[in-house]
T-cell receptor, first 113, second 114 residues
Framework: DAMVIQNPRYQVTQFGKPVTLSCSQT?????MYWYQQKSSQAPKLLFH???????NEADTPDNFQSRRPNTSFCFLDIRSPGLGDAAMYLC????????????FGPGTRLTVT | KNQVEQSPQSLIILEGKNCTLQCNYTVSPFSNLRWYKQDTGRGPVSLTI?????NTKSNGRYTATLDADTKQSSLHITASQLSDSASYICVVSVFSGGYNKLIFGAGTRLAVHP
């Protein structure tokens, strides 16, 4: 059974056209993360939510926003996608503990035309 | 600076052979070390997780080792299968502010050929 679900799996958007990626979880985990992964690179953390507390990484562009309306759902909004934003976007969740393993979703591959 | 370095960058082996992937890290304070397998176009899937006091952890044909003194880890794959073709990522976590911040290595891309 899928525990971290991302929709859509593939998204094509036009340059400058806002796009929203979604993530849901059935694990009831407190923490949800959004990563950006470009080809052949390690995932890069954009931000995370600890319950409703939003934590932005210092180098995350202002173009990227996130919303977490409840425990199960988290959204990534890209306000004005540029060609450089084409990447795989990974959502992950974890419990609040030192041993809290992060469970990753299958990812959404974003193409910007 | 917290860093995780992996070697080799890529590796080709024949089906049925064994291989070992290496990971060196300079991360502090260390919380735990994980190995993930990432198939092309998919999210990473956890293989093993080890805390400071654990030296080895197995998951089927995958065996990870950890030497916390030298800050080195290895992932050994036994009797490789075609389905083992993937990227293997070493990840060290730092526990801060109630959550584990993950420091990712660049991964080793493994190709298993028949």
């Amino acid at each position: 059974d899928a525990m971290v679900i991302q929709n859509p799996r593939y998204q094509v958007t036009q340059f400058g056209k806002p796009v929203t990626l979604s993530c849901s979880q059935t694990l009831n985990h407190n923490v949800m993360y959004w990563y950006q992964q470009k080809s052949s690179q390690a995932p890069k953390l954009l931000f995370h939510y600890y319950d409703k507390d939003f934590n932005n990484e210092a180098d995350t562009p202002d173009n990227f926003q996130s919303r977490r309306p409840n425990t199960s759902f988290c959204f990534l909004d890209i306000r004005s996608p540029g060609l450089g934003d084409a990447a795989m976007y990974l959502c992950a969740t974890s419990r609040v503990s030192r041993e809290g393993e992060q469970y990753f979703g299958p990812g959404t591959r974003l193409t910007v035309t | 600076k917290n860093q995780v370095e992996q070697s080799p960058q890529s590796l080709i082996i024949l089906e049925g052979k064994n291989c070992t992937l290496q990971c060196n890290y300079t991360v502090s304070p260390f919380s735990n070390l994980r190995w993930y397998k990432q198939d092309t176009g998919r999210g990473p899937v956890s293989l093993t997780i080890m805390t400071f006091s654990e030296n080895t952890k197995s998951n089927g044909r995958y065996t990870a080792t950890l030497d916390a003194d030298t800050k080195q880890s290895s992932l050994h794959i036994t009797a490789s299968q075609l389905s083992d073709s993937a990227s293997y990522i070493c990840v060290v976590s730092v526990f801060s502010g109630g959550y584990n911040k993950l420091i990712f290595g660049a991964g080793t891309r493994l190709a298993v050929h028949p």
